[in-house]
């Protein structure tokens, strides 16, 4: 009886794991920092965004987080 209880922890195993990875993504590559002057860790500081682009919305962890981002 241990081996369906076994298998049911690697999946659980492994979507802890993608729901982690995702979010770590979304915390330093989107989420603004206060600290950072509201922009995120790992931003490209020269980039510059046009204001009047259309803004397109991601959906993260299933649409738990959404990230807003204007078009290139």
């Not at 920092?33 to 009047?52: A, F």
């Amino acid at each position: 009886m241990a081996a369906p209880a076994l298998a049911g922890d690697v999946v659980h195993a492994a979507v802890r794991h993608r729901v982690l990875t995702d979010y770590v993504r979304h915390f330093n590559e989107h989420r603004p920092h206060q600290n950072l002057k509201q922009c995120p860790p790992l931003r490209e500081p020269g980039t510059v965004i046009d204001l009047n682009a259309p803004v397109h919305r991601g959906r993260v962890l299933g649409g738990v987080i959404n990230e807003y981002r204007r078009a290139a």
